[in-house]
């Protein structure tokens, strides 16, 4: 057989994108249609941000009438397809070179993937969301309001929208992307995965389109967090200050400010401080938790954590089966909590997907899985657990004492909480310390910010320079000039209500890469299914049956297995129904040069046989090996 450099695709030990010959470069035509889109939409929002508030709740209106019900789905559909895929045949499956070990050891693996579920929305979401479902209890829920049973029943609504569910829309990014990326020897785009079910190629239309709508996506869902952050930065120095409202002006100086040295950090080279500063800051987010649970209600919340892990998981049918046809409270519910929820999550996951597909390389199938939606969704239900149930004690304390000063929502109803953005404050202040807490705080959200739209904006530039590694710098500010465009536009038409601004644009801007989401998990199955060692699986169940079948008809209860060359018409032949010239399997692992000319590559050795010509620079560039 006249096999791609000789070896068979069973046989091939896996392709890493870091061992290929890869010019990379701007997409100029992706950078360039979505910046203008991007700068054209920013533009519309500052000349006439209401009329982009009623054009944008029309548009969200249509959506969550007619398509709202595709997020909810997926939802559910990306937890069950990824735990079937752990679980399988395919779960074995080494994501990097067959033999190859984990990058990172399990605990830094887990370390890394705790710190990715931490951030802005835990401290703005973690005290009001809970609060808010305590006072006002989805409509249909087996609870009341302000009772006992209420408490478990928020912070399982809250646990539901922020745990296994949002990490797996998360996963299968990363899934996909790490399996083409070190196991393929494909750049990390989401067109490298979705191509696959036609042409495989990456600069076709089709492929530009894809990674537009990631950027669109990362960009408005990222622009989001930035946003809130900024609004419960603003409302904190308000606070400590002692100045009045002062509307969003001073949130809009936080981006610019904040924004700013995003910018230095991505051009100047201290990326590695910034890094430095987000562990400092993972570190004093746990300590936060920390706090809540040692100062506030200690007993209380180790009571009520458990019963609440059992109220999720015994009312996760009900809580995720909630639909848009059960009425208008129903769909108010959905629209501004649950399906708003999975549009922000498909929206944060080229991002998200994207980090945990880089620091995942060596694990298994099986590994990735389990890790990505059980280490991070535990450690964001118990901080939502600590901050929401120090809140509703907070609350139910001061209703027993009958003092509506210290109630958080004074009159016992959700409509009386203060804004979102004040809510931790509130509840920090009747806490030993607090006020030393809310100070760090502010500036931890601070750190949040530079940190998140520096990584975003280094995603973002990477998705626009055909995976580029080492993207261009200025291309990386641009980027964080657009998100903090958007989340300007979001303060700008969302008014003091920031929240109906963000649900409008996250969902309608999301829904499209939600089409993605299905083509990569469709995508991903077809190239499992002629992984090496899937093929060799094949080879080894048939083989095994077909040799036991024939042992046991000629010799008995006595014999031995050989390995022996057959006919492929021999009924015993492994291979019969199996092409291995096929194209689909034997075409991805043809080594090509920087411009597609294939070359000859040693499999065995593991190098290029024409190792010592290729390491000139191409066109001015060192390749990429």
Same mark, same amino acid.
């Given at each position: ?49 209401? =009329?982009?508030?009623?054009?944008? +709740? ?19 559909? /990306? ?32 370390? /890394? ?11 703005? %979401?973690?005290?009001?969301? @809970?609060?808010? %479902?305590?006072?006002?209890?989805? @409509? ?16 399982? =609504? ?25 196991? #393929? ?49 603003? #409302? ?16 809009? +100086? ?27 800051? /993972? ?30 998981? +015994? ?114 202040? =009747? ?12 500036? /931890?959200?601070?750190? %949040? ?16 320079? #055909? ?45 499209? %890469? ?14 499992? #299914? ?89 066109? +001015?560039?060192? @390749?990429?090996?």
């Amino acid at each position: 057989m006249n096999y791609p450099h000789k070896i068979h695709p069973a046989l091939v030990p896996g392709v890493s994108v870091e061992d290929q010959r890869i010019r990379y470069g701007i997409d100029k035509g992706v950078l360039g249609i979505v910046g203008a889109l991007i700068v054209a939409f920013v533009g519309w929002g500052l000349a006439d941000p209401e =009329q982009v508030f009623r054009v944008s +709740g029309t548009a969200l209106g249509w959506v969550m009438r007619n398509l709202g019900w595709t997020f909810n789905v997926l939802a559910i559909a /990306m937890v069950l397809f990824l735990l079937v895929i752990a679980f399988s045949r395919f779960g074995k499956i080494t994501l990097g070179l067959d033999g190859e070990t984990p990058e990172y050891s399990t605990a830094s693996w887990a370390a /890394m993937l705790f710190g990715a579920g931490i951030g802005i929305g835990i401290i703005f %979401f973690g005290p009001y969301e @809970p609060l808010t %479902f305590y006072l006002s209890p989805r @409509p249909g829920a087996q609870y009341d309001a302000n009772t006992a049973a209420a408490i478990k029943g928020a912070v399982a =609504q809250s646990a539901m929208h922020w745990g296994l569910n949002a990490w797996a829309i998360y996963a299968i990014v990363g899934l996909s992307v790490a399996y083409v990326s070190y196991r #393929r020897g494909k750049v990390p785009l989401m067109s490298a995965v979705v191509t696959s079910l036609w042409s495989g190629r990456t600069d076709s239309a089709g492929a530009r389109i894809i990674d537009g709508l990631a950027i669109i996506a990362t960009l408005f869902g990222t622009a989001a967090s930035l946003g809130i952050g900024a609004l419960q930065i603003a #409302r904190g120095v308000e606070i400590f200050a002692g100045w009045g409202p002062t509307g969003n002006r001073l949130a809009l +100086g936080i981006i610019a400010v904040l924004t700013i040295a995003t910018i230095f950090s991505a051009v100047s080279g201290v990326s590695r401080g910034i890094r430095w500063l987000s562990n400092i800051n /993972m570190l004093m987010a746990i300590g936060l938790a920390v706090f809540f649970f040692v100062v506030g209600p200690t007993a209380f919340l180790m009571n009520m954590i458990p019963a609440a892990i059992v109220e999720y998981f +015994g009312h996760l049918p009900d809580m995720l089966s909630a639909n848009m046809s059960e009425g208008e409270d129903m769909q108010t519910f959905l629209t501004s909590w649950t399906t708003f929820y999975w549009a922000w999550w498909v929206s944060w996951a080229p991002f998200v997907g994207v980090f945990t597909a880089k620091i995942s390389k060596g694990r298994t199938i099986r590994q990735f899985v389990l890790g990505v939606l059980l280490i991070p969704s535990s450690i964001i239900v118990l901080a939502f657990a600590v901050l929401g149930g120090t809140a509703i004690w907070l609350q139910r304390r001061a209703e027993a004492m009958g003092d509506p000063s210290r109630m958080i929502a004074p009159d016992g109803t959700a409509g009386s909480l203060p804004l979102p953005a004040e809510i931790f404050y509130k509840v920090a202040e =009747q806490l030993p310390g607090g006020g030393i807490v809310s100070a760090l705080v502010i500036v /931890m959200l601070g750190v %949040f910010f530079v940190t998140t739209s520096d990584s975003a904006s280094l995603v973002n530039s990477q998705l626009s320079q #055909r995976g580029n590694p080492e993207p261009n710098k200025l291309v990386t500010a641009f980027f964080a000039l657009c998100m903090a465009g958007i989340a300007v536009v979001i303060l700008l038409f969302g008014g003091q209500n920031a929240l109906q601004g963000l649900q409008n644009l996250i969902v309608v801007s999301a829904l499209p %890469f939600a089409v993605v989401l299905v083509l990569m998990s469709i995508a991903l199955v077809k190239l499992l #299914r002629n992984d090496p060692q899937a093929i060799r699986e094949h080879y080894q169940d048939v083989a095994i049956q077909k040799a036991v079948k024939h042992g046991v008809s000629e010799y008995g209860d006595n014999f031995a297995l050989a390995v022996e060359p057959t006919m492929p018409t021999d009924e015993r032949a492994t291979g019969g129904d199996f092409d291995s010239t096929a194209p689909e399997v034997t075409e991805w692992y043809t080594r090509t040069d920087e411009d597609g000319n294939p070359v000859e590559y040693d499999y065995e050795k593991g190098e290029y046989i024409d190792e010592s010509e290729s390491s000139d620079d191409v066109a +001015g560039e060192t @390749p990429v090996k």
